[in-house]
């Protein structure tokens, strides 16, 4: 663990306080606790600084047991502490620290004493370390809110799963939960997959599509992957939240709705609004809370718990007793560049082919943790090419594996996948695996 715990439940943290020596700002003196505090120009930060030469969202500051973290958030003019200029880093120290022509003096507080979450579980999600812990915390303050929330995280780090345990916490878990692909959505189709679009109201438009935001009514919708969105969309988006009503496509009607909204994207979106790609209102509509999960090589204490709800969740919750005690430790040296999903594919492939006797679940690291000169020949060969290969490689083993689980039943693999059953049979028929024209539904 790589905080400082001082007692059960406990942990210390060093924060301090930013008093402002040059420049205008919409407070004097910010104090520096365990949340997180933005300063920029956007007026919907912590600090608002009056100075053109800072960006809308310049930096943020959080206290850790290690000393107040300052990370610049891709500023135009960078942050500069005693005349360097830094991207991330902790101080302790009295310090001056300048953004354009603002200046900011910072004076260490004494440590603080801050409750951690003693549960190791939430929902769904399952982790015994301090950085899961105080995830579990803040989603459990945010489930009974209306908030909405960033969920950010790399790819394959579960930012769905956290969505739906902040929908099953709520008091709107009886009602849909309504996930929108952003990332899947063709740019000039954006607006009518968001808000639906009458029927002839654009060539193709052969029937009305009805928008998610109205099949989420009094319940939750998830956008995921809002960083993909089209720069010429989000305003529209944002007037939708504001005013909790859309206009479909082809339509001179809004439609009031009552839907809570959920994001997650693997993008840094703070440096995307400094970028000019993503609206700084926007960020700050649906960051009103953020929570940012950590990547499985951050938190390899979790491995165990995660591997032994996985087994239960794939049918066999004695498999875990049957995990080698040298297999357990190989997974906690990996890497896991592609996060809890690869875990949970390597289990699922381990739990396929290994029915009885000793379960080594790292023998099946090989195919994804083998060097680049192994598994993908690269000499001579395009980029295109050489993630085609290494694509299907995956496909085939994620789906032999899933078909011997799943007994060929098409049905339950597409639920395992979240993948319709038209889908799961072409995957069926383009690897060759079983015989797809007789699956069983």
């Not at 009056?50 to 610049?72: C, Q």
């Not at 926007?282 to 940012?292: D, K, P």
């Not at 080594?360 to 395009?382: F, I, K, Q, W, Y």
Request: one cysteine or more.
């Amino acid at each position: 663990m790589d905080a400082t715990v001082v007692a059960k439940g406990k942990l210390e943290v060093r924060g301090g306080t930013l008093t402002v020596k040059r420049g205008e700002a919409n407070k004097p003196e910010l104090e520096i606790g365990a949340e997180t505090f933005v300063v920029g120009r956007n007026e919907a930060c912590d600090l608002v600084l009056d100075d053109r030469k800072v960006s809308a969202v310049h930096m943020e500051l959080v206290a850790t047991e290690r000393g107040v973290r300052v990370r610049d958030l891709g500023s135009r003019n960078g942050t500069f502490l005693n005349d360097v200029r830094v991207g991330e880093v902790y101080i302790l120290k009295p310090c001056t620290i300048v953004l354009g022509d603002t200046a900011l003096e910072f004076q260490p507080s004494n440590p603080e004493q801050v409750e951690i979450s003693e549960v190791a579980e939430f929902g769904p999600l399952v982790g015994s370390g301090q950085k899961m812990r105080g995830v579990f915390d803040r989603l459990r303050k945010a489930g009974p809110t209306d908030l909405t929330v960033l969920i950010l995280g790399e790819t394959g780090s579960g930012k769905e799963l956290v969505a739906q345990a902040i929908h099953q916490a709520s008091n709107r878990a009886n009602k849909p939960f309504v996930v929108v692909d952003c990332g899947a959505i063709p740019p000039s189709l954006a607006e009518s997959a968001l808000f639906g679009h009458e029927r002839g109201s654009f060539t193709g438009a052969v029937d009305k599509r009805i928008s998610p935001f109205v099949e989420a009514d009094g319940g939750t919708i998830f956008l995921d992957e809002l960083g993909e969105l089209p720069i010429d969309v989000q305003p529209k988006l944002l007037r939708a939240l504001a005013e909790q009503r859309i206009k479909s496509v082809g339509s001179n009607n809004y439609r009031p709705f009552n839907a809570r909204v959920l994001a997650a994207t693997r993008r840094d979106l703070v440096r995307e609004v400094n970028a000019g790609t993503f609206r700084s209102d926007l960020y700050f509509r649906v960051a009103q809370l953020r929570v940012e999960l950590p990547p499985l090589r951050e938190r390899l204490e979790d491995i165990p718990a995660l591997v032994r709800k996985m087994c239960a969740d794939l049918g066999d919750r004695n498999a875990y007793n049957r995990i080698t005690t040298d297999s357990l430790e190989r997974l906690m040296r990996h890497d896991w560049p592609g996060n809890v999903r690869e875990l949970r594919n390597v289990v699922s492939v381990a739990l396929a082919f290994g029915k009885e006797g000793p379960l080594d679940l790292a023998a099946h690291l090989a195919p994804l943790a083998s060097s680049t000169s192994e598994s993908t020949p690269v000499r001579g060969r395009t980029f295109q090419d050489a993630k085609r290969e290494v694509l299907a490689r995956f496909e085939r083993e994620y789906f032999t594996a899933l078909y011997h689980e799943c007994t060929g039943n098409v049905s339950e693999i597409g639920r395992r996948a979240a993948m319709e059953r038209a889908h799961v049979r072409g995957y069926l028929r383009r690897h060759g695996i079983g015989d797809p024209s007789k699956s069983k539904d």
